[in-house]
T-cell receptor, first 108, second 113 residues
Framework: GIQVEQSPPDLILQEGANSTLRCNFS?????LQWFHQNPWGQLINLFY???GTKQNGRLSATTVATERYSLLYISSSQTTDSGVYFC??????????FGKGTHLIIQP | DGGITQSPKYLFRKEGQNVTLSCEQN?????MYWYRQDPGQGLRLIYY???????QKGDIAEGYSVSREKKESFPLTVTSAQKNPTAFYLC????????????FGPGTRLTVT
């Protein structure tokens, strides 16, 4: 099956810093999503981005499907950005394959 | 409010007992999914259903069973055959057309002792 690798596994930053999270995947995909998992376990949809670039406030994402990677950018980090960020990919109507996540800690 | 609900939030069972986790959605989505998350790990697919009365096994279906009798409901039964049932279980749904984006419920934490 498809493999998903996220890096870095852990990231500690000061409030106000910028960060880039990476997701590599091993095969072509029709679905790529970025999620933020909050401390209560809820998965919050950040981006649905099988290709191209999208922006939402301080967050943006880019997927280069031909090179099988996606990047999530967080600018001007806030403590509320802390948590685990997951990349998940899929062929379409089937389920998603998740990476192991990037654990982000933003210190005040 | 439109959304996905899972109940209960926390569930405790003794080893050897079957337990059923509820997942309901009022988004009129066609497809529904069950995932399992272990500590420090990503989610893994258990079962999914594209339409009523039809479902497919995911990557880790052994020891689980599902039904899809209604479009809005997709209950998951964790049977006594599941060797390591303690985990966080999340349900998701997706519209049938117009893209593949999945949306998740709040999850159920199951502890089996």
């Amino acid at each position: 099956g498809i493999q998903v690798e996220q890096s870095p596994p852990d990231l500690i930053l000061q409030e106000g810093a910028n960060s880039t999270l990476r997701c590599n995947f091993s095969d072509s995909v029709n679905n790529l999503q970025w999620f933020h998992q909050n401390p209560w376990g809820q998965l919050i949809n950040l981006f649905y981005i099988p290709s191209g670039t999208k922006q939402n406030g301080r967050l943006s994402a880019t997927t280069v499907a031909t090179e099988r990677y996606s990047l999530l950018y967080i600018s001007s980090s806030q403590t509320t950005d802390s948590g685990v960020y997951f990349c998940a990919v899929g062929g379409g109507a089937d389920g998603l394959t998740f990476g192991k996540g990037t654990h982000l800690i933003i210190q005040p | 409010d439109g959304g996905i609900t899972q109940s209960p939030k926390y569930l405790f069972r003794k080893e050897g007992q079957n337990v059923t986790l509820s997942c309901e959605q009022n988004l009129n989505h066609d497809a529904m999914y069950w995932y399992r998350q272990d500590p420090g790990q990503g989610l893994r697919l258990i079962y999914y259903s594209q339409i009523v009365n039809d479902f497919q096994k995911g990557d880790i279906a052994e020891g689980y069973s599902v039904s899809r009798e209604k479009k809005e409901s997709f209950p998951l039964t964790v049977t006594s055959a599941q060797k390591n049932p303690t985990a966080f279980y999340l349900c998701a749904s997706r519209r049938g057309t117009g893209g593949y984006e999945q949306y998740f419920g709040p999850g159920t934490r199951l502890t089996v002792t």
